[in-house]
């Protein structure tokens, strides 16, 4: 590389980062620090790389990260009740915000009035679309639950799956599957294998029978299910043939497929979409308030949230920042096809009804596991 | 014979009877006693006992239900949930005003999710009427405001039912924010606690009632003032209704500026179109036209239900009585026999393996009883979650048991056995990582018993089996015991492992229980299984006492 190459290049390195010092406005009466919570592991370190870190960088805030999203409810509840309020910003997932807004342990935010519009110009409320579903929800990211299977099962006989319903037909593809210990998206994918259309998915899961046929049609396939409750354990099952396929995350899925490179390949089909985002505690002082206020805005702009996506296979939240979503970070892997937003991998999705899930899962969540019992 | 004796009563030197004076000198050193152990007592107390106490509270208590609704909780008690109608007017008013509270305060959703443990779809029902309540009475705020457009102003509704020493300090509240903000400093008091005016409660009770909530609700948000809003809709509901209730008499003991407003009022209501609160509750969403959830909000009124209870035994709390859950729903009663059997299960491998070891440990020469006990510590202090990550290693169908089985030629590739995701793989996992506990005590008890014994019997005739059938093993039984207690009881509340290699017939109550605490958030439905699984515990050592003899339990 000549010397002037060089130079334009880290020119171009240098000028964003220059032009986002000055874009960003000063903070003020702000709190020093930020206690946030969010789910530790590879997801944690792409908020950190993705908006943390140069937001540290250009305003000098000190983050303590908390890996406690999977319990966050259940413990903001109880600081809620003890009235100290230790937690700054949470990452939660889509039920868990509604959940939380709905207890008054999160606080309403106008999504249009603090966060920043999109890059083509749209307010935060278009650019977020259908994602920003309650009035204390922030998305940052949409992820999806997804199938993978092994590409080299003998008894397939050359055949691989190309449509989700391959789970419940034990004849072409024989072996064992890996399905999550909850009725949530086992029973939607359940209805939809049995005829049932999309969208009448929830008016026939509301009958008395809804369910019962969705548990038939798992039935049929109860007997080659191992049930898993962390995220990793199908990705390892899948690794070492404990199964041919099964169900998870489609960034799990990622790691497994492309970082360590198993014989193992996906399948989009009636993905489910989950999103996951930021919550702000209720009863926060003001401070501390502004200071959450303040990084937020910058980081669920629209480049940011772009940024995430190179070190994650998430799909950034915002509609404006899917054009600019790049290559992996490290591996230089063109991330749009592994995002779940990526048209092609759309053709058949779902979206929980949180709502219906709000109302039914006490319910739902005690017959499966009576079922599970049988 | 001396005093003493004659009376019957021992004296000291002093004179003072020597029981008083011995309970006297036992008395300060029980007290000294009682300061050394005081900060350990008194970290139990505030870190454990009181916590626990305040969780196993959270089982009955249910004040979230009168707390929101005390209106309603008060009205809906005499009505009839056979009747097949929906509760009268009157029912729907005081539900209308202590909603449209709830909603200012946050607190119907709330609601809707305790409601939900209950009856199915209640969560979005009260998120729905929260949207929609606010309308409710619409129709008489228009009337009125048509009759006489003070009646939207705030300043009407202060004068009519405000204090009028609150007046004043609202007042003063009012010019010192005034003064603060031409002064360009921030002003941040809050709005003097609002106080009714006596005498509003005897001439409209219902609206006066409204009012007030209304007033602090708003003051309880941010920067609420009741002065600077017009009253929720409802409140001209409860208006109404006063009206056409009350006489003209009563309205004539108020004072002239009150009465100016209120004659008119009172005359014209006679004439306004009514509202029926009945249509418009059912227009928000069908529900509230059936009898079914104000069933529901009538039984779950009290402030103390024993309903959490019930759930935690596959029952039900119908308002015509306790039911049995659906047998589809029942599963609490199936995962305590189980958690019970399994842990007896583990308790008896335990023993089972455990015996053979802590009698070579404590029988064996030092130096390999010494590299023994390291090999049963080893595992011991090692992380949880790692050894039960080695058991899935080893365990599943790909795994190395079975590929060794395989290699052998014991079973065949088909026929693999499985031996996790299912009671096997629990049962295994757990009786490796609670091994220790069978093992530690059960040495220490074997470490004394002393060899001649064991001799002695020999020399006297017994055979090898006899001499330790009939002297070893009676006197290593306390060790059993204590080993068996502890085992049983950590068994009886594990979570993790059974989460991990349990599958779904190896799972224990107690993973239901952190479901209901981290998940659902139905503490109170997990409260009660904690409770009930603490009793059985506490039965069960009751037993054993009963049986055994706790004091022949020995930990070394």
Redesign the interface.
């Known amino acids: 590389m000549t010397i002037r190459g060089l130079l334009s290049a880290t020119a171009l390195v240098a000028l964003p980062v220059a032009a986002m010092a000055q874009d960003l406005p000063p903070c003020e009466n702000c709190a020093d620090s930020m206690t946030v919570v969010s789910w530790g592991g590879a997801y944690q370190t792409s908020q950190i790389k993705a908006y943390a870190e140069p937001y540290a960088a250009m305003t000098g805030t000190t983050f303590t990260w908390d890996e406690s999203s ?2 966050a ?2 413990k903001l ?1 109880a600081m809620n009740e003890a009235g100290n309020i230790t937690w700054d910003l949470v990452d939660v997932e889509g039920p868990d915000s509604q ?1 939380l ?4 342990l999160a606080m309403e935010v106008d999504i249009d009035e603090v966060l920043a519009a999109g890059d083509d110009g749209s307010t935060p409320r278009e650019d977020f679309g259908d994602s920003a579903f309650n009035d204390c929800y922030i998305p940052q990211i949409v992820f999806s639950t997804t199938f993978g299977y092994r590409t080299n099962v003998e008894e397939w006989g050359g055949r691989t799956p190309d449509n989700l319903c391959a789970l419940f037909d034990l004849e072409n593809f024989p072996g ?1 599957r890996s399905l999550e ?1 909850r009725p949530k998206k086992n029973i939607e994918w359940a209805l939809l294998c049995d005829g049932v259309e999309k969208d009448d998915l929830y008016d026939v899961l509301s009958t008395p029978e809804g369910i019962e046929q969705a548990l038939a049609k798992l039935d049929t396939i109860k007997s080659e299910v ?2 898993w ?2 995220g990793a354990e199908t990705p390892q ?1 899948l690794a ?3 199964v041919v396929m099964g169900s998870t995350y489609n960034g799990r899925l990622f790691s497994v497929i492309v970082e360590q490179n198993q014989p193992v390949d996906m399948l989009w089909d009636w993905q489910v979409f989950d999103f996951d985002g930021w919550i702000i505690p209720e009863g926060l002082p003001e401070d501390r308030l502004n200071r959450v206020l303040h990084f937020l805005h910058f980081a669920t702009d629209t480049q940011r949230l772009a940024d995430q996506a190179k070190f994650i296979s998430y799909g950034p939240a915002r509609a404006s920042s899917q054009p600019l979503v790049s290559t992996h970070a490290d591996l230089g892997v063109e991330m749009a096809p592994h995002m779940p937003t990526n048209p092609e991998n759309q053709k058949n999705y779902l979206v929980n009804n949180i ?2 899930w ?6 739902v ?3 499966f ?5 049988q | 014979m001396t005093e003493a004796t004659r009376t019957g009563q021992m004296l000291a030197a002093d004179g003072t009877p020597l029981k008083r004076s011995l309970q006297r000198a036992l008395r300060a050193q029980k007290l000294r006693a009682l300061m050394l152990i005081a900060p350990l007592l008194l970290f139990i107390m505030v870190t454990f006992v009181a916590p626990i106490a305040d969780m196993l509270f959270r089982s009955v208590e249910n004040q979230i239900v009168s707390d929101t609704l005390p209106r309603s909780a008060q009205a809906i008690r005499d009505w009839d949930h056979n009747s097949g109608e929906p509760p009268s007017e009157d029912v729907l008013a005081a539900f209308t005003i202590d909603m449209i509270a709830a909603v200012e305060r ?2 119907h ?2 609601l ?2 305790r409601l ?2 209950e009856q ?5 029902l009260f ?1 729905k009427t929260g949207r929609g309540v606010g309308d409710i009475g619409e129709t008489y705020r228009d009337q009125f405001a048509a009759l006489d457009p003070a009646w939207t102003d705030p300043g009407t509704w202060i004068a009519l039912f405000a204090d009028p020493s609150w007046q004043a300090d609202h007042d003063a509240w009012e010019a010192a924010r005034t003064a603060a903000r031409s002064a360009g400093r921030s002003f941040a008091e809050p709005v003097p606690p609002f106080r009714l005016k006596d005498g509003m409660a005897g001439v409209l009770p219902e609206t006066a009632d409204a009012y007030l909530d209304f007033a602090r609700a708003v003051q309880g948000g941010r920067n609420g003032d009741p002065a600077a809003r017009a009253p929720w809709p409802p409140v001209y509901l409860a208006l109404y209704r006063d009206l056409t209730a009350v006489g003209v008499g009563r309205i004539a003991t108020l004072d002239e500026a009150a009465q100016a407003l209120l004659d008119p009022a009172h005359y014209a209501v006679r004439g306004f179109e009514r509202a029926d609160l009945a249509a418009l509750y059912a227009g928000i969403d069908r529900a509230w036209s059936q009898p079914d959830v104000w069933a529901t909000i009538q039984t779950f009124s009290a402030r103390y239900t024993p309903g959490y209870f019930l759930t935690a035994v596959d029952l039900k709390q119908t308002p015509d009585g306790i039911t049995s ?1 659906p047998a ?4 609490y009663i ?2 305590f026999e189980r958690t019970l059997v399994m842990s007896l299960t583990i308790m008896g491998a335990c023993v089972l393996l455990g015996y053979p070891i802590a009698f070579l440990l404590a029988n064996l020469p030092m130096r390999s009883s010494n590299l023994l006990l390291i090999l049963v510590l080893l595992p011991f202090w090692t992380s949880l979650l790692v050894r039960t990550s080695a058991w899935k290693v080893l365990l ?4 190395v048991i079975n590929d060794i089985l395989v290699w052998i030629g014991i079973v065949d590739n088909a026929g693999r056995l499985i031996l996790i ?1 299912n009671q096997t793989g629990t049962i295994i996992a757990m009786t490796h990582i609670l091994l220790p506990f069978m093992i530690l005590p059960l040495y220490s008890v074997m470490k004394t018993i002393p060899p001649s014994y064991v001799r002695a019997a020999k020399s006297l005739g017994a055979t090898n089996w006899t001499a330790f059938w009939r002297v070893y093993f009676p006197q290593s039984v306390p060790g059993i015991g204590a080993g068996c207690i502890l085992v049983f009881i950590l068994a009886i509340g594990y979570y993790i492992t059974p ?2 290699v349990g ?3 190896g799972t224990f109550i107690s993973n ?1 229980i952190a ?1 209901h ?2 998940s ?3 503490w109170g439905l997990a409260a009660a299984l904690g409770t009930i699984l603490l009793g059985v515990v506490l039965a069960l050592y009751w037993t054993y006492d009963r049986l055994v003899g706790i004091d022949k339990v020995n930990l070394g």
């Open positions: 999977n319990e409810v259940a509840r959940r807004c709905d207890e008054g064992k210990r191992i049930w409750s962390a099952r070492d043939g404990e709502e219906w709000a109302d039914n899962q006490d319910d969540e005690a017959r596991q009576a079922w599970l019992a | 946050k607190q959703t709330r809707g999710t939900n443990y199915n779809g209640l969560s979005s998120r859950q589809d729903q029942k599963i199936m995962l599943q169908q790909q795994g995701n989460e991990l599958g779904t017939s239901r479901y605490i981290s659902s958030l139905n």
